[in-house]
């Protein structure tokens, strides 16, 4: 297996073969808080347009995402794990947007298989690339909004590469890098309430979830998130 990590936007775009889209804080982190928590279906949509023409279409989904990390007027929910962690989303389909992680699948046009990633599922991903025994891995660290590098993000690419060919990786150690990271300090400030100091610790929760979310193709030209369960 051949493995690269590729950067933002301009990486998603060049991303070939299972491709893994890494939003640790905190798409992909809220995705898998969403799907544990009985979502039927999660809609990732890059466009702000089209995530609202589907709540006009459909008025039972549900809008949750962000831009410029803030909930938008008429969504339900923002980008915030804290904010849904006890909440049942059973049956439910939710619509998620966001500046980061939904735009790296929208523009992965190259990837044979798309993956979302984030530490909480990260065992899954693993074991799930371990068994398909792809020639080509790419894993793509979003970053803030598609276009400045991030540590979480790069860590969590230079983790699942170090675990896909078996090496060892440190996870206190990144905790304790995170925790002083400029992409972190929003979850320390009193001030910025969109960003709660429980999602700081719920995307860091290291392989809470056993499953993949696997992107595949759904009605009206979009795509969904599927999930994969590992036995």
């Not at 299972?18 to 905190?26: E, Q, S, Y």
């Not at 389909?93 to 984030?118: C, D, E, M, R, W």
């Not at 074991?127 to 276009?147: C, E, F, K, N, W």
């Not at 905790?175 to 001030?191: H, N, Q, T």
């Amino acid at each position: 297996m051949q493995i690269q990590i590729l950067q933002l936007l301009q990486g998603a775009r060049q991303a070939t073969g299972v491709t893994v889209i890494i939003d640790v804080f905190r798409a992909f982190s809220t995705a898998c808080y969403v799907v544990a928590n009985g979502a039927r279906t999660v809609i990732p949509v890059g466009d702000l347009a089209v995530a609202y023409r589907l709540k006009e279409v459909h008025p039972d989904y549900v809008l949750m995402g962000e831009r410029n990390e803030k909930i938008q007027p008429g969504f339900d929910f923002g980008n915030s794990p804290a904010q849904i962690e006890t909440m049942s989303f059973a049956d439910r389909t939710v619509v998620q947007t966001t500046t980061a992680g939904t735009q790296g699948i929208a523009n992965a046009a190259k990837a044979s298989q798309i993956l979302t990633g984030s530490f909480v599922n990260a065992q899954a991903i693993v074991d799930h690339i371990l068994r398909l025994q792809p020639p080509q891995i790419s894993l793509v660290a979003m970053g803030t909004a598609g276009t400045v590098i991030t540590d979480e993000d790069t860590l969590c690419a230079e983790y699942l590469k170090n675990a896909l060919e078996g090496l060892p990786n440190d996870f206190s150690s990144i905790v304790k890098r995170l925790r002083g990271c400029e992409s972190a300090a929003k979850f320390f400030d009193p001030f910025k309430d969109w960003a709660p100091e429980r999602d700081f610790e719920l995307c860091l929760q290291l392989n809470r979830f056993p499953f993949v979310l696997g992107v595949e193709p759904c009605e009206n030209a979009l795509v969904c998130l599927r999930k994969i369960e590992l036995q």
